[in-house]
């Protein structure tokens, strides 16, 4: 159906999503006092995550009522690795004072030893890290600009089925292109605006207990302009707007939906290896072959509250359909899929 979002309050008087759907600007606003919700069920987090060709950077910021997060992870493509820590704290309820939008507010966040701030300037979203205990002592740190020029993006509102308090509203914003250095341990690694983009997710919601999702994203330059896309499922009733876009030259093109096909024993708990994954589209506008080049896995089973994560970075090939029916040609695009389900 694929409805769009008119401006106004995300949440009634009630707690409740007033509107499902999607827009390509933040028209609704959030506000964490509308939450009906416990706040140890708030979710929120601001995550960014920055490619080149031969490495990558991502950060992560999230106050989960119960557990707040800081996330840095470093990804070496050539060499095939990547490290990731994670520096927990606990219960924070809101004092991490994640901002009510994704266009406004800075983020200070540090906590034993590691520090990540993401600043609005004119320049653009500045990430800084810094974390001299990273990857048992190697260090990491560094700052990168990513500009943000005027262009669309994906917001999403969705309820979920009998939980009528609960909703995830989601922001990404795709093709930033970042500059600035990055630093672990003797090695320095420059990002280039013309090869090195972001993605910035960023999420506010209560969600129900156990979720399984679904998630690819890709930017970059393809015949000279600007290229990106944002697909996924799993949260939610989708009936009213799916998250499945492209992004040409700043403009968004709407998906109906989208489907993942990961290699065969994969869903069922299976090990990753590198076998390709497909992508189809019931409409066929999005058909797309991705070849993993690392798996950044993670898990955390506690019984209660469990975490099995794979996100698999890698290249897409394959064609996409805008909106005035022009086909696009794709062909090893960087980006990442991934399927992580959560008991939380």
Not at 26 to 34: F, G, L, M, N
Not at 161 to 179: E, G, M, R, T, V
Not at 232 to 252: H, K, L, Q, R
């Amino acid at each position: 159906m694929q409805r769009e979002l008119t401006p106004g309050d995300l949440l009634d008087g009630h707690g409740r999503l007033g509107q499902a759907g999607w827009s390509r600007s933040e028209v609704r606003r959030y506000d964490r006092s509308a939450v009906a919700a416990s706040r140890l069920r708030i979710k929120e987090w601001d995550y960014y995550c920055v490619l080149t060709p031969d490495h990558g950077l991502a950060l992560t910021v999230a106050d989960n009522g119960y557990m707040g997060l800081l996330g840095v992870s470093w990804l070496d493509f050539a060499a095939r690795t990547e490290v990731t820590e994670n520096v927990i704290t606990p219960f924070p309820l809101g004092r991490m004072r994640l901002p009510a939008s994704a266009d406004t507010g800075d983020v200070l966040a540090a906590h034993r030893g590691l520090r990540i701030e993401y600043r609005h300037t004119a320049a653009g979203r500045i990430l800084t890290v810094d974390h001299p205990g990273f990857d048992d002592g190697r260090g990491l740190h560094g700052e990168l600009v990513l500009a943000q020029p005027s262009m669309d993006r994906m917001v999403i509102a969705t309820p979920f089925p009998d939980a009528p308090k609960a909703f995830y509203y989601n922001q990404k914003i795709n093709c930033l292109p970042a500059s600035g250095t990055i630093t672990v341990g003797e090695q320095s690694v420059r990002f280039e605006p013309d090869s090195a983009f972001g993605v910035f997710d960023w999420g506010r919601g209560v969600w129900t207990y156990d979720n399984t999702w679904y998630w690819g994203s890709a930017s970059g330059v393809v015949d000279g302009r600007p290229f990106g896309f944002n697909i996924g499922y799993g949260f939610g009733d989708t009936s009213a707007a799916t998250e499945n876009i492209v992004f040409v030259g700043g403009v968004a093109h709407k998906l109906d939906a989208v489907t993942f096909h990961l290699p065969p024993g994969t869903d069922d708990g299976g090990p990753y290896d590198d076998s390709d994954w497909t992508f189809t589209s019931n409409d066929g506008r999005f058909e797309m072959t991705f070849t993993p080049i690392l798996d950044r896995a993670a898990t955390t089973d506690l019984k209660v509250l469990a975490s099995i994560q794979h996100q698999v970075f890698g290249r897409y090939s394959g064609s996409v359909v805008l909106d005035d029916g022009s086909r696009v040609e794709v062909r090893d695009l960087l980006g990442f899929a991934e399927q992580v389900r959560n008991r939380w």
